[in-house]
């Protein structure tokens, strides 16, 4: 069975920093390219971070490029998302998922990732 837990959420200032990790279980993780993803009350579900299965490839929506960094651990099934000078605009649930994918590659699309943690809450305040 796959599992993914997400954890690191929270409630900080515009400004501040939060590090979310996502653990993975029951399938071969480094074969899997990994995400971020965020949806805000009533807005689509946005891609937010992407990496590649060796690590080797990232991809940012554009908001987020030079405050956000994803990284992974494939010996310890964890991708990473450090989130640095949160703005409230960045407030929304954040979920983690995976894609399977050559071990290069970054899938692009919402729909290639087929297995979906819970979600965590990241809320900034002005």
């Known amino acids: 069975q796959v599992q993914l837990v997400e954890s690191g959420g929270g409630e900080v200032q515009a400004g501040g920093s939060l590090r979310l990790s996502c653990t993975v279980s029951?399938?071969?993780?480094?074969?899997?390219?990994m995400g971020w993803f965020r949806q805000a009350p009533g807005k689509e579900r946005d891609i937010v971070a992407l990496i590649s299965g060796s690590g080797s490839s990232t991809y940012y929506t554009e908001s987020v490029k030079g405050r956000f960094t994803i990284s992974r651990d494939n010996a310890k099934n964890t991708v990473f998302l450090q989130t640095n000078k949160l703005r409230p605009e960045d407030t929304a649930e954040y979920s983690c998922?995976?894609?399977?994918?050559?071990?290069?590659?970054?899938?692009?699309?919402?729909?290639?990732?087929?297995?979906w943690g819970p979600g965590t809450q990241v809320t900034v305040s002005s």
């Open positions: 998922a995976a894609a399977r994918a050559p071990r290069r590659d970054v899938p692009t699309r919402v729909a290639e990732y087929t297995y």
């Open positions: 029951g399938l071969t993780f480094s074969t899997y390219a």
